[in-house]
Protein backbone atom coordinates (compact mmCIF):
# COMPACT_ATOMS: atom_id res chain seq x y z
CA UNK A 1 0.00 0.00 0.00
CA UNK A 2 1.34 3.36 -0.76
CA UNK A 3 0.16 5.98 0.90
CA UNK A 4 0.60 9.68 -0.35
CA UNK A 5 0.45 12.58 1.88
CA UNK A 6 -1.32 15.33 -0.33
CA UNK A 7 -1.94 18.28 1.69
CA UNK A 8 -0.08 20.38 -0.60
CA UNK A 9 -2.67 19.42 -3.53
CA UNK A 10 -4.91 22.83 -2.91
CA UNK A 11 -6.88 21.90 -5.78
CA UNK A 12 -7.89 18.93 -4.07
CA UNK A 13 -8.13 20.00 -0.77
CA UNK A 14 -10.59 22.66 -1.72
CA UNK A 15 -12.97 20.24 -3.77
CA UNK A 16 -12.92 17.59 -0.42
CA UNK A 17 -13.68 20.73 1.36
CA UNK A 18 -16.73 21.64 -0.55
CA UNK A 19 -18.19 18.47 -0.64
CA UNK A 20 -18.05 18.03 3.31
CA UNK A 21 -19.04 21.89 3.71
CA UNK A 22 -22.34 20.40 1.51
CA UNK A 23 -22.77 17.39 3.65
CA UNK A 24 -22.59 19.86 6.60
CA UNK A 25 -25.29 22.06 5.21
CA UNK A 26 -27.90 18.90 4.51
CA UNK A 27 -27.56 17.85 8.02
CA UNK A 28 -28.48 21.18 9.49
CA UNK A 29 -31.11 21.46 7.19
CA UNK A 30 -32.23 18.09 8.06
CA UNK A 31 -31.91 17.05 4.03
CA UNK A 32 -31.68 13.54 4.64
CA UNK A 33 -32.68 11.82 1.88
CA UNK A 34 -30.05 14.22 -0.32
CA UNK A 35 -27.30 12.67 2.51
CA UNK A 36 -28.08 9.26 1.68
CA UNK A 37 -27.63 9.76 -1.80
CA UNK A 38 -23.83 11.02 -1.00
CA UNK A 39 -23.04 7.16 0.32
CA UNK A 40 -21.43 3.83 -1.26
CA UNK A 41 -23.76 1.17 -1.03
CA UNK A 42 -21.04 -0.24 1.35
CA UNK A 43 -20.28 2.72 3.39
CA UNK A 44 -20.50 2.78 6.99
CA UNK A 45 -21.19 5.71 9.40
CA UNK A 46 -19.79 4.69 12.45
CA UNK A 47 -19.88 7.35 16.06
CA UNK A 48 -17.18 5.12 18.29
CA UNK A 49 -16.98 4.97 21.71
CA UNK A 50 -13.27 5.87 23.27
CA UNK A 51 -10.65 5.33 20.82
CA UNK A 52 -11.15 1.85 19.37
CA UNK A 53 -10.37 0.60 15.82
CA UNK A 54 -12.24 -2.52 15.92
CA UNK A 55 -15.77 -0.72 15.38
CA UNK A 56 -17.61 -4.55 14.38
CA UNK A 57 -16.49 -5.99 17.39
CA UNK A 58 -17.17 -2.98 20.20
CA UNK A 59 -20.41 -1.19 21.63
CA UNK A 60 -20.55 2.15 19.58
CA UNK A 61 -23.36 5.33 19.32
CA UNK A 62 -24.02 3.81 16.14
CA UNK A 63 -22.08 1.69 13.13
CA UNK A 64 -24.73 2.04 10.27
CA UNK A 65 -24.98 -0.02 7.10
CA UNK A 66 -27.29 1.29 4.63
CA UNK A 67 -30.30 -0.26 5.96
CA UNK A 68 -29.21 1.14 9.18
CA UNK A 69 -28.96 4.99 7.65
CA UNK A 70 -32.20 4.35 6.09
CA UNK A 71 -34.02 3.36 8.92
CA UNK A 72 -32.54 5.89 10.95
CA UNK A 73 -33.45 9.10 8.25
CA UNK A 74 -37.35 7.32 7.89
CA UNK A 75 -37.50 7.19 11.90
CA UNK A 76 -36.53 10.96 11.75
CA UNK A 77 -38.80 11.67 9.12
CA UNK A 78 -42.21 9.93 9.86
CA UNK A 79 -42.42 12.10 13.11
CA UNK A 80 -43.68 9.34 15.36
CA UNK A 81 -40.08 9.87 17.44
CA UNK A 82 -40.82 12.18 19.67
CA UNK A 83 -37.64 12.68 20.12
CA UNK A 84 -37.29 13.81 16.82
CA UNK A 85 -40.96 15.58 16.83
CA UNK A 86 -39.59 18.48 16.53
CA UNK A 87 -35.92 17.60 16.48
CA UNK A 88 -33.50 19.90 17.89
CA UNK A 89 -32.28 22.74 15.43
CA UNK A 90 -28.52 22.47 14.68
CA UNK A 91 -25.94 24.41 13.35
CA UNK A 92 -22.21 23.46 12.73
CA UNK A 93 -18.87 24.25 11.48
CA UNK A 94 -16.40 21.52 9.80
CA UNK A 95 -13.24 22.99 9.23
CA UNK A 96 -9.05 21.83 9.95
CA UNK A 97 -9.24 19.66 7.12
CA UNK A 98 -5.97 17.56 6.32
CA UNK A 99 -6.25 15.30 3.19
CA UNK A 100 -4.19 11.93 5.13
CA UNK A 101 -4.22 9.72 2.53
CA UNK A 102 -5.08 9.62 -1.51
CA UNK A 103 -4.91 6.41 -3.01
CA UNK A 104 -6.40 5.63 -6.42
CA UNK A 105 -9.63 7.18 -6.19
CA UNK A 106 -10.10 7.16 -2.79
CA UNK A 107 -9.08 10.15 -0.46
CA UNK A 108 -8.75 10.37 3.02
CA UNK A 109 -9.78 13.80 5.12
CA UNK A 110 -9.27 14.41 9.02
CA UNK A 111 -11.55 17.46 9.93
CA UNK A 112 -12.87 18.85 13.20
CA UNK A 113 -16.59 19.72 13.75
CA UNK A 114 -18.23 21.68 16.57
CA UNK A 115 -22.12 21.45 16.44
CA UNK A 116 -24.64 23.02 18.15
CA UNK A 117 -28.09 22.43 18.98
CA UNK A 118 -30.86 24.36 20.44
CA UNK A 119 -33.99 22.48 21.77
CA UNK A 120 -35.91 23.37 24.29
CA UNK A 121 -34.67 26.81 24.60
CA UNK A 122 -31.39 25.25 25.78
CA UNK A 123 -28.19 24.98 23.82
CA UNK A 124 -25.63 22.17 23.91
CA UNK A 125 -22.02 22.22 21.96
CA UNK A 126 -20.60 18.92 20.74
CA UNK A 127 -16.77 18.79 19.47
CA UNK A 128 -15.41 15.44 16.83
CA UNK A 129 -12.91 14.73 15.29
CA UNK A 130 -13.97 13.40 11.68
CA UNK A 131 -12.57 10.81 8.97
CA UNK A 132 -14.13 10.98 6.07
CA UNK A 133 -13.37 8.20 3.33
CA UNK A 134 -14.43 9.47 0.17
CA UNK A 135 -14.53 7.78 -3.18
CA UNK A 136 -14.42 10.10 -6.34
CA UNK A 137 -17.57 9.87 -8.75
CA UNK A 138 -17.86 11.96 -11.85
CA UNK A 139 -16.97 15.22 -10.45
CA UNK A 140 -17.61 14.80 -7.02
CA UNK A 141 -17.47 12.02 -4.73
CA UNK A 142 -18.85 9.41 -2.24
CA UNK A 143 -18.61 9.03 1.10
CA UNK A 144 -17.64 5.32 1.65
CA UNK A 145 -16.78 5.54 5.68
CA UNK A 146 -17.32 8.48 7.99
CA UNK A 147 -16.30 8.40 11.70
CA UNK A 148 -17.22 10.70 14.18
CA UNK A 149 -14.91 10.90 17.13
CA UNK A 150 -17.02 12.88 19.77
CA UNK A 151 -15.26 14.49 22.68
CA UNK A 152 -15.98 12.44 25.79
CA UNK A 153 -18.08 10.03 23.68
CA UNK A 154 -16.97 7.42 26.84
CA UNK A 155 -18.47 9.57 29.24
CA UNK A 156 -21.73 10.93 29.70
CA UNK A 157 -23.40 12.44 26.41
CA UNK A 158 -27.45 13.03 26.00
CA UNK A 159 -29.07 11.88 23.83
CA UNK A 160 -29.06 13.18 19.83
CA UNK A 161 -32.00 13.59 17.83
CA UNK A 162 -29.68 14.21 14.40
CA UNK A 163 -26.55 13.28 12.92
CA UNK A 164 -23.02 14.26 12.96
CA UNK B 1 -36.96 11.85 63.17
CA UNK B 2 -37.56 11.82 59.62
CA UNK B 3 -37.81 15.23 58.13
CA UNK B 4 -40.83 14.76 55.89
CA UNK B 5 -43.30 13.35 58.43
CA UNK B 6 -46.47 13.37 56.03
CA UNK B 7 -45.25 10.52 53.79
CA UNK B 8 -48.73 9.98 52.50
CA UNK B 9 -48.69 13.72 51.28
CA UNK B 10 -45.89 12.93 49.12
CA UNK B 11 -47.34 9.22 47.86
CA UNK B 12 -50.89 8.63 49.18
CA UNK B 13 -52.22 5.26 49.83
CA UNK B 14 -54.26 5.49 46.93
CA UNK B 15 -51.16 5.57 44.52
CA UNK B 16 -50.89 8.98 43.70
CA UNK B 17 -47.37 10.97 43.83
CA UNK B 18 -46.93 14.62 44.50
CA UNK B 19 -45.27 16.85 42.07
CA UNK B 20 -42.77 17.94 45.08
CA UNK B 21 -41.28 14.57 44.86
CA UNK B 22 -40.06 15.11 41.45
CA UNK B 23 -38.51 18.72 42.28
CA UNK B 24 -37.91 19.18 46.10
CA UNK B 25 -34.11 19.71 46.64
CA UNK B 26 -34.14 19.54 50.18
CA UNK B 27 -36.21 15.63 49.41
CA UNK B 28 -33.77 14.51 47.50
CA UNK B 29 -30.94 15.64 49.99
CA UNK B 30 -33.25 13.16 52.26
CA UNK B 31 -33.54 10.51 49.83
CA UNK B 32 -29.75 10.10 49.44
CA UNK B 33 -29.57 9.93 52.84
CA UNK B 34 -32.12 7.73 53.88
CA UNK B 35 -32.31 5.91 50.65
CA UNK B 36 -29.08 5.67 48.88
CA UNK B 37 -26.88 5.39 52.01
CA UNK B 38 -28.66 2.86 53.28
CA UNK B 39 -29.72 0.63 51.55
CA UNK B 40 -27.31 -2.23 48.35
CA UNK B 41 -26.27 -0.02 45.58
CA UNK B 42 -25.40 -1.59 42.53
CA UNK B 43 -21.86 -0.36 41.14
CA UNK B 44 -20.20 -2.99 38.89
CA UNK B 45 -20.35 -6.13 37.51
CA UNK B 46 -17.66 -8.17 38.12
CA UNK B 47 -16.51 -8.80 34.41
CA UNK B 48 -15.61 -5.22 34.58
CA UNK B 49 -13.13 -5.60 37.22
CA UNK B 50 -11.77 -9.07 35.48
CA UNK B 51 -8.35 -9.18 37.40
CA UNK B 52 -5.99 -8.50 40.14
CA UNK B 53 -5.00 -4.92 40.25
CA UNK B 54 -8.69 -3.76 37.95
CA UNK B 55 -10.54 -0.88 38.60
CA UNK B 56 -13.47 1.26 37.64
CA UNK B 57 -15.38 4.27 39.15
CA UNK B 58 -18.76 4.24 39.75
CA UNK B 59 -20.91 6.12 42.35
CA UNK B 60 -23.30 5.12 45.82
CA UNK B 61 -25.71 7.56 45.66
CA UNK B 62 -24.00 11.22 44.94
CA UNK B 63 -20.65 9.56 46.30
CA UNK B 64 -17.96 8.52 44.21
CA UNK B 65 -16.60 5.25 44.36
CA UNK B 66 -13.73 2.90 43.22
CA UNK B 67 -14.28 -0.84 42.56
CA UNK B 68 -11.48 -2.95 42.63
CA UNK B 69 -9.98 -6.23 43.00
CA UNK B 70 -7.26 -6.81 45.40
CA UNK B 71 -3.83 -9.35 44.88
CA UNK B 72 -6.39 -12.07 45.98
CA UNK B 73 -9.02 -11.54 43.71
CA UNK B 74 -11.48 -9.82 46.50
CA UNK B 75 -13.89 -6.72 45.69
CA UNK B 76 -13.43 -3.92 47.31
CA UNK B 77 -15.18 -0.75 47.21
CA UNK B 78 -13.92 2.55 48.79
CA UNK B 79 -15.07 6.14 48.94
CA UNK B 80 -12.99 8.02 46.41
CA UNK B 81 -11.58 10.58 48.34
CA UNK B 82 -8.20 11.34 50.24
CA UNK B 83 -8.14 11.11 54.11
CA UNK B 84 -5.97 13.69 54.73
CA UNK B 85 -7.42 16.43 52.04
CA UNK B 86 -10.90 15.05 50.45
CA UNK B 87 -8.62 15.40 46.57
CA UNK B 88 -10.00 12.15 44.69
CA UNK B 89 -7.43 9.60 44.45
CA UNK B 90 -8.65 8.52 41.04
CA UNK B 91 -9.68 10.18 38.01
CA UNK B 92 -9.18 6.82 35.30
CA UNK B 93 -12.32 5.58 34.45
CA UNK B 94 -11.17 2.24 34.38
CA UNK B 95 -7.71 0.26 34.21
CA UNK B 96 -5.61 -1.50 35.92
CA UNK B 97 -3.46 -0.48 38.95
CA UNK B 98 -1.11 -1.90 42.04
CA UNK B 99 -2.42 1.54 44.40
CA UNK B 100 -3.79 4.38 44.59
CA UNK B 101 -1.69 7.88 45.19
CA UNK B 102 -3.70 11.15 46.13
CA UNK B 103 -1.98 13.49 43.88
CA UNK B 104 -2.09 16.37 46.22
CA UNK B 105 0.20 14.83 48.97
CA UNK B 106 1.28 11.89 47.97
CA UNK B 107 -0.65 9.46 50.58
CA UNK B 108 -0.92 6.19 49.11
CA UNK B 109 -3.38 3.41 48.94
CA UNK B 110 -3.98 -0.27 48.33
CA UNK B 111 -6.36 -1.87 46.48
CA UNK B 112 -7.91 -2.46 49.51
CA UNK B 113 -8.18 1.02 50.48
CA UNK B 114 -5.81 0.72 53.12
CA UNK B 115 -3.64 3.37 53.97
CA UNK B 116 0.24 2.27 52.76
CA UNK B 117 2.42 5.31 53.09
CA UNK B 118 2.24 8.87 53.34
CA UNK B 119 5.42 10.85 53.11
CA UNK B 120 7.07 12.77 56.35
CA UNK B 121 4.32 11.05 58.15
CA UNK B 122 6.37 12.14 61.52
CA UNK B 123 4.72 15.31 62.06
CA UNK B 124 1.48 13.63 62.57
CA UNK B 125 2.87 12.57 65.98
CA UNK B 126 3.58 8.95 67.22
CA UNK B 127 0.24 7.48 67.62
CA UNK B 128 -0.83 7.96 63.95
CA UNK B 129 -2.67 4.95 62.99
CA UNK B 130 -2.63 4.19 59.56
CA UNK B 131 -4.99 1.60 59.92
CA UNK B 132 -7.44 4.20 60.89
CA UNK B 133 -6.93 6.57 57.94
CA UNK B 134 -7.66 4.02 54.81
CA UNK B 135 -10.08 5.05 52.06
CA UNK B 136 -13.18 4.83 53.88
CA UNK B 137 -14.71 1.18 52.70
CA UNK B 138 -18.07 0.19 51.80
CA UNK B 139 -19.78 -2.99 52.72
CA UNK B 140 -19.46 -5.01 49.28
CA UNK B 141 -21.58 -8.38 48.02
CA UNK B 142 -22.29 -9.69 44.82
CA UNK B 143 -24.47 -12.04 43.25
CA UNK B 144 -24.13 -13.67 39.72
CA UNK B 145 -21.32 -11.07 38.69
CA UNK B 146 -23.27 -8.20 40.01
CA UNK B 147 -21.96 -6.14 42.30
CA UNK B 148 -23.59 -4.44 45.18
CA UNK B 149 -21.95 -1.97 48.05
CA UNK B 150 -23.39 -0.08 51.20
CA UNK B 151 -22.62 2.46 53.47
CA UNK B 152 -25.07 0.55 56.39
CA UNK B 153 -22.85 -2.10 58.32
CA UNK B 154 -26.35 -3.71 59.73
CA UNK B 155 -28.10 -4.40 56.35
CA UNK B 156 -28.89 -7.61 55.64
CA UNK B 157 -27.00 -9.83 53.32
CA UNK B 158 -27.24 -8.75 49.45
CA UNK B 159 -29.16 -11.92 48.63
CA UNK B 160 -31.81 -11.51 51.36
CA UNK B 161 -32.05 -8.17 50.02
CA UNK B 162 -33.38 -9.54 47.15
CA UNK B 163 -35.26 -12.72 47.79
CA UNK B 164 -35.36 -15.59 46.21
CA UNK B 165 -37.66 -14.68 43.78
CA UNK B 166 -35.54 -11.84 42.51
CA UNK B 167 -32.28 -14.16 42.60
CA UNK B 168 -34.58 -16.51 40.17
CA UNK B 169 -34.94 -13.81 37.85
CA UNK B 170 -31.39 -12.78 37.80
CA UNK B 171 -30.44 -16.67 37.12
CA UNK B 172 -32.67 -16.56 34.67
CA UNK B 173 -31.87 -13.46 32.89
CA UNK B 174 -27.90 -14.33 33.01
CA UNK B 175 -28.83 -17.50 30.90
CA UNK B 176 -28.29 -15.25 28.23
CA UNK B 177 -24.62 -15.64 28.25
CA UNK B 178 -25.61 -19.12 26.30
CA UNK B 179 -23.93 -21.28 28.32
CA UNK B 180 -20.57 -18.45 28.79
CA UNK B 181 -20.18 -16.37 31.49
CA UNK B 182 -22.10 -13.00 31.24
CA UNK B 183 -19.63 -10.04 30.28
CA UNK B 184 -19.79 -6.48 29.61
CA UNK B 185 -19.10 -5.53 26.39
CA UNK B 186 -19.49 -1.98 26.62
CA UNK B 187 -21.65 1.02 27.41
CA UNK B 188 -23.87 3.90 26.62
CA UNK B 189 -24.06 7.07 29.00
CA UNK B 190 -26.05 10.05 28.87
CA UNK B 191 -27.48 12.36 31.31
CA UNK B 192 -31.11 13.50 31.41
CA UNK B 193 -32.78 16.18 32.90
CA UNK B 194 -35.04 14.45 35.48
CA UNK B 195 -35.69 13.25 39.02
CA UNK B 196 -34.06 10.05 39.22
CA UNK B 197 -37.54 8.30 40.04
CA UNK B 198 -38.84 9.33 36.76
CA UNK B 199 -36.11 6.68 35.42
CA UNK B 200 -36.76 4.27 38.31
CA UNK B 201 -40.67 4.26 37.34
CA UNK B 202 -39.93 3.35 33.78
CA UNK B 203 -38.83 -0.01 33.53
CA UNK B 204 -41.41 -1.97 34.88
CA UNK B 205 -43.59 0.42 32.57
CA UNK B 206 -45.19 -1.60 29.69
CA UNK B 207 -47.89 1.26 29.14
CA UNK B 208 -45.50 3.53 27.31
CA UNK B 209 -43.75 0.91 24.89
CA UNK B 210 -46.09 1.09 22.11
CA UNK B 211 -46.33 5.05 22.40
CA UNK B 212 -42.98 6.08 22.99
CA UNK B 213 -41.47 3.33 20.91
CA UNK B 214 -43.52 3.55 17.57
CA UNK B 215 -40.55 4.73 15.63
CA UNK B 216 -38.20 1.43 17.10
CA UNK B 217 -41.36 -0.27 16.26
CA UNK B 218 -41.05 0.19 12.53
CA UNK B 219 -37.40 -0.26 12.34
CA UNK B 220 -38.66 -4.34 13.19
CA UNK B 221 -39.21 -7.29 11.16
CA UNK B 222 -42.66 -8.65 10.97
CA UNK B 223 -42.00 -11.78 13.61
CA UNK B 224 -39.85 -8.90 16.11
CA UNK B 225 -42.33 -6.24 15.92
CA UNK B 226 -45.35 -9.09 16.78
CA UNK B 227 -43.17 -10.12 19.81
CA UNK B 228 -42.62 -6.46 20.91
CA UNK B 229 -46.66 -6.23 20.77
CA UNK B 230 -46.86 -8.18 24.45
CA UNK B 231 -49.68 -5.17 25.19
CA UNK B 232 -52.24 -6.47 22.80
CA UNK B 233 -51.38 -10.00 23.32
CA UNK B 234 -51.72 -9.48 26.95
CA UNK B 235 -50.09 -13.17 28.29
CA UNK B 236 -47.36 -10.88 30.39
CA UNK B 237 -47.83 -9.67 33.24
CA UNK B 238 -45.95 -7.34 36.23
CA UNK B 239 -45.66 -8.18 40.05
CA UNK B 240 -44.22 -6.71 43.42
CA UNK B 241 -41.28 -8.50 44.27
CA UNK B 242 -40.87 -7.06 47.91
CA UNK B 243 -38.23 -4.26 48.89
CA UNK B 244 -39.43 -2.37 46.06
CA UNK B 245 -38.21 -4.79 43.22
CA UNK B 246 -40.74 -5.53 40.47
CA UNK B 247 -40.40 -8.12 36.82
CA UNK B 248 -41.84 -7.12 33.81
CA UNK B 249 -42.76 -10.51 31.95
CA UNK B 250 -43.24 -9.19 28.36
CA UNK B 251 -43.04 -12.32 26.77
CA UNK B 252 -43.22 -15.21 28.96
CA UNK B 253 -41.76 -17.88 26.22
CA UNK B 254 -38.37 -16.57 26.68
CA UNK B 255 -38.80 -16.60 30.76
CA UNK B 256 -36.57 -19.41 30.66
CA UNK B 257 -33.63 -19.25 27.66
CA UNK B 258 -32.88 -23.06 27.60
CA UNK B 259 -36.52 -23.98 27.89
CA UNK B 260 -37.89 -24.39 23.92
CA UNK B 261 -34.75 -24.83 22.66
CA UNK B 262 -36.84 -26.66 19.45
CA UNK B 263 -38.63 -23.28 18.71
CA UNK B 264 -37.88 -22.11 15.01
CA UNK B 265 -35.12 -20.18 14.59
CA UNK B 266 -36.52 -16.57 14.26
CA UNK B 267 -35.97 -15.12 11.00
CA UNK B 268 -33.61 -12.59 11.73
CA UNK B 269 -31.08 -14.46 13.68
CA UNK B 270 -30.81 -17.25 10.39
CA UNK B 271 -27.38 -15.58 9.06
CA UNK B 272 -26.47 -15.90 12.93
CA UNK B 273 -27.23 -19.32 12.73
CA UNK B 274 -25.72 -20.32 9.92
CA UNK B 275 -22.33 -18.26 10.46
CA UNK B 276 -22.06 -20.65 13.71
CA UNK B 277 -22.71 -23.50 12.31
CA UNK B 278 -19.92 -22.92 9.85
CA UNK B 279 -17.63 -22.31 13.07
CA UNK B 280 -18.23 -26.01 13.99
CA UNK B 281 -21.10 -25.51 16.48
CA UNK B 282 -23.50 -28.17 17.12
CA UNK B 283 -27.04 -27.60 16.20
CA UNK B 284 -28.12 -27.63 19.75
CA UNK B 285 -25.59 -25.47 21.11
CA UNK B 286 -26.62 -23.07 18.18
CA UNK B 287 -30.35 -22.97 18.80
CA UNK B 288 -28.96 -22.25 22.62
CA UNK B 289 -26.62 -19.12 22.05
CA UNK B 290 -29.14 -17.77 19.45
CA UNK B 291 -31.98 -17.98 21.30
CA UNK B 292 -29.68 -16.24 23.92
CA UNK B 293 -28.92 -13.47 21.60
CA UNK B 294 -32.29 -12.41 21.27
CA UNK B 295 -32.21 -11.55 25.16
CA UNK B 296 -34.67 -12.50 27.81
CA UNK B 297 -38.22 -11.83 27.52
CA UNK B 298 -38.66 -9.64 31.08
CA UNK B 299 -37.37 -6.68 32.81
CA UNK B 300 -36.93 -6.82 36.52
CA UNK B 301 -36.18 -3.51 38.45
CA UNK B 302 -33.96 -3.48 41.59
CA UNK B 303 -34.80 -0.65 43.57
CA UNK B 304 -33.05 1.86 43.79
CA UNK B 305 -30.27 2.01 41.00
CA UNK B 306 -29.98 -0.78 38.58
CA UNK B 307 -32.43 -2.49 36.04
CA UNK B 308 -32.55 -6.15 34.29
CA UNK B 309 -34.12 -4.94 30.98
CA UNK B 310 -34.44 -7.53 28.14
CA UNK B 311 -31.01 -8.00 27.09
CA UNK B 312 -28.32 -5.44 29.21
CA UNK B 313 -28.10 -3.90 32.34
CA UNK B 314 -29.81 -0.13 33.11
CA UNK B 315 -28.23 1.73 36.04
CA UNK B 316 -29.15 5.23 37.31
CA UNK B 317 -26.93 7.55 39.12
CA UNK B 318 -28.79 10.50 40.95
CA UNK B 319 -26.91 13.75 40.72
CA UNK B 320 -29.24 16.68 41.50
CA UNK B 321 -32.80 16.70 42.15
CA UNK B 322 -33.34 17.08 38.68
CA UNK B 323 -30.49 15.21 36.97
CA UNK B 324 -30.02 11.60 37.08
CA UNK B 325 -27.10 10.21 34.56
CA UNK B 326 -27.91 6.77 32.91
CA UNK B 327 -26.19 4.01 31.66
CA UNK B 328 -27.14 1.11 29.49
CA UNK B 329 -24.74 -1.52 29.84
CA UNK B 330 -24.43 -4.25 27.05
CA UNK B 331 -23.60 -7.43 27.94
CA UNK B 332 -22.49 -10.92 25.96
CA UNK B 333 -21.15 -14.44 25.95
CA UNK B 334 -17.15 -14.40 27.67
CA UNK B 335 -15.43 -16.92 25.55
CA UNK B 336 -18.60 -17.09 23.24
CA UNK B 337 -18.54 -17.07 19.33
CA UNK B 338 -17.77 -13.13 18.52
CA UNK B 339 -20.96 -13.14 15.40
CA UNK B 340 -23.10 -13.92 18.47
CA UNK B 341 -21.47 -10.70 20.73
CA UNK B 342 -21.41 -8.85 17.41
CA UNK B 343 -24.89 -9.73 17.07
CA UNK B 344 -25.66 -8.86 20.55
CA UNK B 345 -23.93 -5.22 20.16
CA UNK B 346 -25.86 -4.10 16.75
CA UNK B 347 -28.93 -4.91 18.63
CA UNK B 348 -27.91 -2.89 21.20
CA UNK B 349 -26.55 -0.26 19.81
CA UNK B 350 -30.23 -0.48 17.50
CA UNK B 351 -31.78 0.53 20.99
CA UNK B 352 -30.07 1.68 23.48
CA UNK B 353 -28.02 4.81 24.35
CA UNK B 354 -27.28 9.02 23.22
CA UNK B 355 -28.38 7.69 18.93
CA UNK B 356 -30.08 4.51 19.94
CA UNK B 357 -33.72 4.42 18.00
CA UNK B 358 -34.87 4.12 21.76
CA UNK B 359 -33.59 5.92 24.25
CA UNK B 360 -33.87 8.98 22.75
CA UNK B 361 -37.59 8.97 23.08
CA UNK B 362 -37.95 8.12 26.57
CA UNK B 363 -35.29 10.48 26.93
CA UNK B 364 -37.29 12.95 25.75
CA UNK B 365 -40.49 11.86 27.41
CA UNK B 366 -38.24 11.91 30.91
CA UNK B 367 -37.16 15.66 30.45
CA UNK B 368 -40.72 16.25 29.65
CA UNK B 369 -41.93 15.38 32.73
CA UNK B 370 -39.36 17.07 34.76
CA UNK B 371 -40.68 19.94 32.34
CA UNK B 372 -44.37 19.82 33.32
CA UNK B 373 -43.79 19.33 37.01
CA UNK B 374 -43.31 23.01 36.33
CA UNK B 375 -46.98 23.34 35.67
CA UNK B 376 -49.86 22.41 38.19
CA UNK B 377 -48.44 21.78 41.24
CA UNK B 378 -51.65 20.55 43.31
CA UNK B 379 -51.93 18.25 40.62
CA UNK B 380 -50.85 14.87 41.26
CA UNK B 381 -48.71 11.91 39.58
CA UNK B 382 -50.50 8.86 38.77
CA UNK B 383 -49.28 5.16 39.46
CA UNK B 384 -52.30 3.69 39.86
CA UNK B 385 -53.03 2.23 36.72
CA UNK B 386 -54.47 -1.28 37.15
CA UNK B 387 -54.50 -1.08 40.86
CA UNK B 388 -58.53 -1.99 40.26
CA UNK B 389 -57.92 -5.30 39.21
CA UNK B 390 -54.53 -6.50 40.69
CA UNK B 391 -54.20 -10.02 42.17
CA UNK B 392 -51.88 -11.29 45.13
CA UNK B 393 -49.01 -12.42 44.36
CA UNK B 394 -46.43 -14.61 45.95
CA UNK B 395 -44.43 -11.47 47.77
CA UNK B 396 -46.85 -8.58 46.71
CA UNK B 397 -49.42 -8.09 44.14
CA UNK B 398 -49.39 -8.89 40.40
CA UNK B 399 -50.90 -7.11 37.72
CA UNK B 400 -52.01 -6.34 34.00
CA UNK B 401 -48.50 -6.02 31.78
CA UNK B 402 -49.20 -2.95 31.62
CA UNK B 403 -50.33 -1.32 35.36
CA UNK B 404 -47.90 0.46 37.31
CA UNK B 405 -47.81 -2.25 39.94
CA UNK B 406 -43.99 -1.78 39.71
CA UNK B 407 -43.60 1.53 40.30
CA UNK B 408 -46.27 0.92 43.38
CA UNK B 409 -43.62 -1.33 44.73
CA UNK B 410 -40.72 1.02 44.13
CA UNK B 411 -42.95 3.84 45.79
CA UNK B 412 -43.82 1.39 49.03
CA UNK B 413 -40.54 0.86 49.58
CA UNK B 414 -39.81 4.26 49.22
CA UNK B 415 -41.78 4.94 51.56
CA UNK B 416 -40.55 2.23 53.95
CA UNK B 417 -37.24 3.85 54.15
CA UNK B 418 -38.09 7.72 54.11
CA UNK B 419 -39.91 6.60 57.38
CA UNK B 420 -37.05 5.47 59.50
Redesign the interface.
Known amino acids: MTATKATNDLALLQKVSAFIWNEAALLDAKDYDAWLDLWTDDGMYTLPIGDTEDFDNAVNLCHDNAKMRRDRVGRFQRGFAISSAPPAETVRTVSRFVITRVEGDEVTVESAEHLIEDKFGRQRVWAGNVTHRLVADGDSFRIDAKIVRLLNSDGMLNSFSYLF | MPKFSDLDALYSPDAKVATSMYEDPDLFKEEMERIFHRTWVWVAHESEVPDKGSFKLSHVGLEPVIVARDRKGVLHVMVNRCRHRAATVCEV?KGKTSSFQCPYHGWGYGLDGSLRALPYPEQYGDDFSKEQHGLKRLRTESYQGMVFATFNEDIEPLTDFLGPKVCRYIDLFMKQGGGFPVKV????????PMNWKVQLENTTDAYHFPV?H???M??LDGATEDMFDFLDKGKGWVEDLGNGHSVMMMIPELEDLDANLDQPIPERFEGLAEELRGEGYPEDQVRKIVRAVGGAGFNLNLFPNVSFSLAFFRVLTPVAVDRT?IRHI?IGMEGGP?AA??AR??L???FQ???G?G???D???W??VQ?GTKGGEDLPILVNRGIVDEEPGELGPRGHISAETGMRAAYKMWKRMMSV
Open positions: KLGEHQFTVVKSFQTDAANRIRHEHGPMFSPDAEVERR
